[in-house]
């Protein structure tokens, strides 16, 4: 069940703009295994409309989901540029050095900065 995690993308963020974004752990029902993704989107109002899309779609692979916190993604595709700042409401604010780390390993060649 553990390789259902390899399956699930690190990280999915819409290509331009900015936009509130959330830090997802998943987990094996029933198992300890782990890890931890970036959903962020345009289309969501608030923080919770983006939980509310991933959850449904974890649980379908038998994965459980719990929100680490949010915050926005500034993501400015014609000069490779990601900023993460500030913070869910209703989550709080997720550990931004976490989601950085998630985007280094996907836009390797952005500039990637945190406030």
């Given amino acids: 069940m553990a ?4 399956k699930v993308p690190d990280v999915e963020i819409d290509p331009e703009g900015k936009f509130k974004y959330i830090l997802v752990r998943i987990k094996v029902k029933g198992g300890t295994d782990h890890k931890d993704i970036v959903r962020g989107t345009k289309s969501a109002e608030y923080h919770n409309h983006i939980f509310e899309k991933v959850n449904p779609a974890m649980e379908a692979l038998g994965l459980e989901s719990s929100c ?16 993460v700042f500030g913070e869910s409401t209703g ?25």
């Fill in 3 to 6: 390789d259902s995690l390899s």
């Fill in 68 to 83: 680490l916190g949010g915050g926005k993604i500034e993501h400015n595709s014609t000069e490779k540029k990601l900023r």
């Fill in 91 to 115: 989550y709080g604010k997720a550990n931004h050095a976490v989601t950085v780390e998630k985007l280094k390993a996907v836009f390797k060649d952005y500039e990637i900065t945190m406030e």
